[in-house]
Each structure stands twice: as C-alpha cells, then as structure tokens.
C-alpha cells in the first residue's frame, strides 16, 4: 500500500463494533416457539465451531437448501454434505456467500426451514433490539481515528442497513457525525460501486487511492477490490478460510492503529 489513501469506505456491522454473542440472541429468536427450541444450545456449538474453522467453510459460497433432520447431529451432518460449496454466484441465486456470522445465521434458518421474509425481519429487530439494551458503546480509539483521518481522507460510510437502523446504531456506538458521508441501503455487493459513485464522485478516478474496510469479504471488500481499490479485511476468528485481501486485523484497536498510520 505506497499510494497514498484518499478515501476510506467504511462497513458498519462487525467494522466500526465487533460482537461475540449476537449469535446467541439471534438463534433463541430464530427458534423461539418452534419444534426446533430444543437444539437452541446445539446451533450454538455449531455457529462457534464454523467460527473456530472447525465446521463449514468461511469465505465460500452455499446453496440455500432446505435440510430435512429430524435431530442435530443428524442436521450437522446433512448441512456439511448437502451443502457444499460452489464457486460463484450470480444475482436472483439462492446462494449465500459464508462471509460473517450473520450469514451463518441466515443460512442456518434457511436450511432449516425456519425463514420467511416477516419472520426474518422480526428476528433481525428482535436481535437488533436486544443488541442496543445491552448498553454497547464504540471502541473511543477507533472513533478518535477516524476523526483524524477526516483531515486527510474522504471518509465514507457504506451499509445495508436502512437509514434508521444505521444511524441508530451509530448513536448507541457514540459515532453520530463521524463520517465524511453516509451511504444506507448500499445494496452490497452488486449495487456497492454505484453507491459510492453517488457518495464520491470523483473518488473512483483514481481507486487506487481507495480503501475498503470491512468484516464481510464479498459484500464490504470484493466489488472494490476488483475495480482495483485496496482492501482491509476485519477477521477476529483465525482458524478461518480467508479470502483475498491487502491487510488483515483482528482487533478494532489495531484498526485504530492503522488509520492513524495513515495520516500520520
């Protein structure tokens, strides 16, 4: 990375906070009510052994297929052999890409039979609700930098979530008015280079000059990455498959760090 930045794309979900437990509330309410409550605890184990490297494959794609088990281990197992991962994917596809552990979560629900979309949503709102009564606060180091880098950098927010639900958790965070400029309902990965065309124009003339920063390879870091912008990938399992990147941290003081580094 010798040329210099000029405008850093920023994630939010697992980026700018990085969660350990939401997995937990997530699968109580994806359960919640269903013959699947009793394998809450097991779904659990699975999540964090696909997170230690152990089951699954991080960073690859999987059909969204129904699973039928009538027990968990059985279910594991069915999930592992059924679902094996494919090399691409295209728009409209019943595919997900296994890049952070909401897509676990996602996919899990799927295989099980357990999603439609008002129930998703419920389950989403649900999550993100319990995640904001849980008193969270933002990493005070990372939220410094990225001031700093305000006088340096184009400093650029992009996320899928809408408009409410980001600047929500922006707040919770201690974030409000951090960036430059704010993108919601980026429609990453296919509709992220549009949407940053619309929030920097002219920052894509030169997309060496740009760095993505994100937890999710495919959504936050591939679309830019081939248009030839550079890459930061947030990973705090590494037992993982990985994807291609530039740099990879773990932690958010280590972004803290990094960004600092850049206009210093």
Known sequence: MNERIKVIVFDLDGTLYQDFTVHKQYLHFMVEGTDKEPWEHALVDFTEEVLRGNRLKM???????????????????????????????????????????????????????????????????????????????????????????NACCETILLSNS?????????DRLGFSGLFRTIGFSAGKPFGMVDKLKSCCPAGLENPGSILAVGDHAYNDLEPLRKIGCRTLWMNPYPGIHEPQYDLSLRTLDELADYINSLCS
């Not at 679902?83 to 728009?91: C, N, R, W």
């Not at 809408?162 to 922006?170: I, Q, R, V």
Request: hydrophobic share 40%; charged share 30%; net charge neutral.
């Open 59 to 149: 960073n690859a794609f999987y059909r969204m297929d129904a699973v039928g088990a009538n027990e968990p281990k059985r279910y594991f197992k069915e999930v592992e052999r059924a679902l094996l991962p494919v090399e691409t994917a295209a728009p409209g596809e019943e595919r997900i890409y296994l890049g952070d552990v909401w897509a676990i979560l996602t996919l899990i629900g799927y295989s099980l039979g357990l999603y439609d979309p008002d129930r998703c949503q419920t389950i989403y709102r649900r999550t993100r609700a319990a995640m904001e009564e849980s008193g969270m606060t933002g990493n005070k180091r990372l939220g410094d930098a990225i001031r700093r880098a």
């Open 162 to 170: 809408d408009e409410k639900t980001a600047l929500n958790m922006l």
